[in-house]
């Protein structure tokens, strides 16, 4: 398998000196955009610019998460051996890119379609999007299993969340120009954004398959692996403890953050009045998740990463209780509380996929070897019917403001309360799964 030594590897800086690392960072970044906007505004853009129910756009979403989770699982299995080396991962990921961008762009194309249609075309569509997204995503997932030594690895994973940090910047700097307006308005606007991202993806994507193909500077060896031979795993088996444990605490972490930034629109159009503190908010939990990164990636080389685990996971909590308090006192404080939230929260994710890496080629009771597309297939349909479920809860927020009793005035809280209390639970749940974790 093609891995890099973690022994005396490079440092925090020195992973982007290695033009291999520097394209998958970028690749990262535009497949995040993806994937980010359809965390922050699909949602939105269902009820909002499309004129579904609350109820039936959760449906929507939720559905094509879980139809998404189970294609993770087989493509996983599936790309065993396949993408067992960096360049084959990086060439399939291509591939994936033109395919998902393509449907991203049928999916958004809903506000366009007559009223009566855009139900089942949103259904369809969305389902379209997440079969071809599990191709684009799980091999560049996987090639952070395919990186020797825990250090390394969490560099690496940290570098991912970097990119993942400032494509979340970007959408959520973007996103005022979605929030209110004229229906039409709102739904040519989504049409030209999924044009953008579906460009930037396939040329993103382009450039790390080029620089895999290359040898990146020796950072790849194209050895083949144990994998390519077929020694991976078949289904079904039981999941080591370590993989179990990760598995567990990603699912929790991951359906009550989605929570929130689902919500996060609706509470920036509902709450605040001012476009430009709408734009504050959304970005400030973005830079918190993206500055959070080189702290923690600094605490992990100094004191350990379970330290560091440890203290975002305190942090999220933090961030999370400090946003139901100040949450309606205005954008100032909401930008504080928002930002130890993001801090935390991308702590926390980082870790865990540092830690989902370190499972590759553990046995489980079969005594087969998992290999990197079945660990990262797994770990993002765990990821993907937690956001399924998280999809679901918004809708329901969604319903009971719809249905609140005329003349009865919806609270901030009622908005407030579900984004912030589920994402310091979750947080809370990872502190408690941290011992069990292989984070050092």
């Known amino acids: 398998m093609a891995r890099m030594d973690g022994n005396g590897g490079p440092g925090w800086v020195a992973v982007l000196r290695v033009p291999l690392w520097r394209a998958y960072a970028l690749g990262h970044y535009c497949k995040s955009l993806i994937w980010y906007s359809s965390e922050l505004l699909f949602a939105y853009f269902l009820t909002e610019a499309c004129g579904l129910a609350p109820r039936a756009m959760g449906g929507v979403l939720a559905f094509s998460l879980v139809v998404n989770g189970a294609t993770d699982l087989v493509i996983g299995h599936a790309l065993r051996i396949r993408a067992a080396t960096v360049p084959a991962a990086a060439s399939l990921h291509f591939r994936g890119s033109v395919l ?17 249609w ?11 999007f997440r079969l071809a997204y599990a191709l684009y995503d799980v091999p560049q997932n996987a090639v952070l299993g395919m990186v020797a030594g825990d250090g390394l690895r969490t560099r690496l994973s940290a ?25 039409a ?34 950072a790849v060896a194209g050895i083949p692996s144990a994998f390519e031979k077929g020694a991976a795993p078949v289904w079904p088996m039981r999941f080591p403890v370590g993989l179990a444990t990760v598995l567990v605490a990603e699912f929790v972490l991951s359906g009550s953050a989605s929570v929130f930034t689902r919500l996060e629109p609706y509470f920036a159009a509902s709450v605040l ?19 959070g990164q080189a702290v923690w990636a600094v605490v992990a080389e ?22 139901l308090l100040l949450g309606d006192r205005g954008a100032a404080w909401i930008a504080m509380a928002g930002g130890f939230l993001g801090a935390g929260l991308g702590g926390v994710s980082m870790l865990l996929w540092a830690a ?55 609270p901030p809280v ?20 941290a011992s069990r974790l292989r984070l050092s």
């Open 100 to 116: 998902a961008g393509a449907a991203l762009l049928l999916f958004l194309s809903t506000g366009l379609i007559p009223p009566g």
């Open 118 to 128: 855009r139900l089942a075309y949103a259904l369809g569509t969305g389902l379209l």
């Open 159 to 183: 570098l991912r969340f970097v990119g993942a940090g400032l494509a979340t910047l970007t959408i959520a700097g973007m996103a005022p120009v979605f929030l209110g307006g004229d229906m």
């Open 185 to 218: 308005d709102q739904a040519v606007a989504f049409w030209v954004f999924a044009l953008v991202l579906w460009g930037l993806g396939v040329i993103s994507a382009a450039g790390f398959r080029r620089v895999a193909r290359a040898g990146g500077n020796g």
């Open 273 to 291: 009045q001012s476009p430009m503190a709408r734009g504050t908010v959304m970005v400030t939990v973005a830079i918190g998740g993206l500055a």
């Open 302 to 323: 100094r004191r350990g990463p379970a330290v560091a685990f440890r203290g975002a996971a305190a942090v999220a909590m933090a961030g999370g209780l400090a946003f």
């Open 356 to 410: 989902a890496g370190a499972c590759v080629g553990t046995t489980g009771v079969s005594g087969h070897r998992w290999a990197p597309t079945q660990v990262f297939g797994l770990l993002t349909f765990c990821i993907k019917v937690a956001c399924a479920v998280a999809v679901l809860v918004v809708g329901e927020v969604l319903a009971w403001r719809e249905g609140a009793p005329g003349g009865m005035v919806v």
């Open 414 to 433: 009622a908005l407030i309360a579900p984004m912030t209390l589920l994402p310091a639970l979750g947080a809370t749940v990872c502190l408690a799964l």
